[in-house]
């Protein structure tokens, strides 16, 4: 967090957020010592500590669209590591 | 990069008979007509009621006495006339557990996971009237028992009218003193902002053994996916006068997967109390001590319950299907994961698909150490949870939220004194 600030910082002229660090900072701690207490983040990975024994995964991508032009660095929505978060059902 | 003359998949409907594992050849106008006639096979589909159990009366096989535990160094049974110690069979052996997932069709039932009916005589079900909970004692043994919850002395009287018998039993390995000297461990690295009340109260000494209930499930599945993922094709950046942007041009692609695997041992919560994880419960605390050994279960035998309780399952296949289709949702999508590493900008999934192709399912009681506390000021049962098998311990400590507080703002004063400093340097 200290780091960041100083890295952040290291222009010749701070910017004014900085001044967010100590609240940042302050939730930051909360939440990180409030965890590690209740731990109602954690839960059984049973993507991983199961057996599991998967074929070789099918698929195809065909390209529909191309964006010429955006600020955003990645796309919107992505839930490609958030195997929980459910989508529509099929079928 | 795109495979052309691969027009999108409709869900299964497109798909050649047999092209897929799970549709089987298809059936004759005779045996379609016949199948829909056939009576539904009665009674489970394996079964798993142990026979040397018949007379009600777990006896020693070597000296026929009936005075039977569990010896937690071992895991085994003894007998305390004889000495003669010995194990029910291992499930995953006697029943062909583990083997032919591939081949699952439908859903196969054991015995003891088949629906909930009052078939045991010595194990009762009591309702806490502490906390109420439904805990299940075994009276041939033991006819005053505690809560594992809220360690309220359960009374007969509390008795409901059922019992769930399980399938099969995972014994106990770690002793009681492994189990205080985890939780003690636990505690003591969360003591400076724990809750001062449960700090004064704190006794790992009180910890319970228990048996809470489970569903473990082979299965086997396929899981299809689709959604939309982004390949970066440019980047750069544009000055603005004194203020820069940086500026992205991607390639749109939509994107189907789909894999077919199999499960073995899945395991979910057989009791409604436990298996709701919302804010409002502290119910992940027990699932996260998951997974146990569950190929070292033995054959049910009420002997193993001796000195533990046991919670009621109360929750039937199913209920728990759905759990089971989300679940094995999750795991194929963490299986396709690996196969989009050319989304650079990621994959958002809008939809997808599960077909299980066959399950089998086997109640279970696996073995939990507990020490439980109830906090009065914000109603919530806490737990700290030792898995007995292997020592997995997870809990949730009340905690003391003035000090928590302060040591917030005390790194919040901290670090606004940095960046201020920063700023009436650099100004
Ligand atoms: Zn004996
Ligand atoms: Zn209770």
């Keep these: ?91 | 990069m795109t495979q052309d003359a691969t027009p999108p998949r409709e869900p299964s409907s497109s798909r050649e008979p047999g092209s897929s594992p799970f549709d089987g050849p298809p059936l004759s106008l005779d045996e379609e007509l016949a199948a829909a006639r056939a009576e539904p096979e009665p009674g489970p589909d394996i079964d798993t009621i142990n026979e040397s159990l018949a007379d009600g009366l777990n006896r020693c096989p070597k000296c026929g006495s009936t005075d039977v535990r569990l010896r937690g160094s071992t895991g085994n049974l003894v007998c305390l006339f004889c000495r003669h110690e010995w194990h029910e069979a291992r499930v995953e052996e006697e029943f062909g557990l583990g083997v032919g997932i591939d081949d699952l069709q439908g859903t196969v039932v054991a015995g003891g996971a088949d629906e909930i009916a009052a078939d045991a005589e010595d194990v009762v079900t009591l309702t806490c009237g502490g906390c109420g909970a439904d805990v299940v004692v075994d009276t041939a043994h033991a006819l005053n028992a505690r809560c594992h919850w809220c360690r309220h002395t359960l009374n007969i009287n509390e008795r409901t009218p059922n019992g769930a018998v399980p399938d099969a039993v995972l014994p106990f390995k770690l002793t009681h003193g492994e189990a205080v000297e985890r939780i003690r461990e636990f505690a003591s690295k969360r003591r400076l902002f724990a809750h001062p009340r449960f700090k004064k109260e704190f006794v790992p000494e009180n910890v319970l053994g228990v048996y809470l209930p489970y569903l473990v499930i082979d299965a086997r599945a396929e899981a299809s996916y689709a959604g939309r993922g982004e390949v970066q094709t440019r980047r750069w950046t544009e000055k603005h006068g004194d203020t820069s942007t940086t500026y992205y041009a991607a390639d749109v692609y939509r994107v189907d997967r789909e894999v077919a695997f199999t499960v073995d041992d899945l395991t979910i919560e057989g009791a409604a109390d436990r298996a709701r994880f919302d804010s409002s419960t502290t119910n992940n605390i027990v699932n996260t001590v998951l997974p146990f050994d569950t190929k070292n279960a033995v054959k049910w035998n009420s002997s193993y319950l001796v000195g533990f309780t046991s919670e009621k399952r109360d929750l039937d296949v199913d209920d728990l299907h759905p759990v089971l289709e989300d679940q094995l949702l999750s795991i194929g999508r963490a299986q396709v994961h690996d196969s989009l590493e050319m989304f650079d900008r990621g994959v958002r999934w809008e939809q997808e698909r599960i077909d299980v192709g066959g399950s089998r399912w086997v109640s279970m009681y696996l073995p939990v150490w507990l020490y439980s506390y109830y906090q009065e000021n914000t109603k919530m049962l806490h737990y700290i949870a030792v898995n007995a098998r292997t020592g997995e311990t997870m809990g949730s400590v009340p905690v003391s939220q003035p000090r928590l507080i302060a040591a917030a703002l005390t790194v919040g004063t901290f670090l606004e004194g940095i960046a201020g400093a920063i700023l009436v340097g650099t100004a």
Excluded at chain 1, 74 to 86: A, C, E, F, L, Q
Aim: hydrophobic letters at 35%; a negative charge; proline letters at 3%.
């Design chain 1, 1 to 91: 967090m200290i780091s960041e600030v100083v890295m952040a910082t290291s222009g010749d002229n701070a910017p004014l957020w900085i001044l967010a660090a100590g609240p940042a900072g302050a939730v930051a701690t909360y939440w990180a010592l409030y965890r590690y207490y209740r731990n109602t983040d954690k839960s059984h990975a049973y993507e991983r500590d199961t057996l599991i024994q998967a074929q070789p995964v099918q698929g195809s991508e065909e390209k529909v669209d191309h964006i010429s032009k955006t600020r955003d660095s990645d796309i919107d929505g992505d839930n490609s590591s958030k195997h929980r978060v459910r989508v529509e059902r099929l079928g």
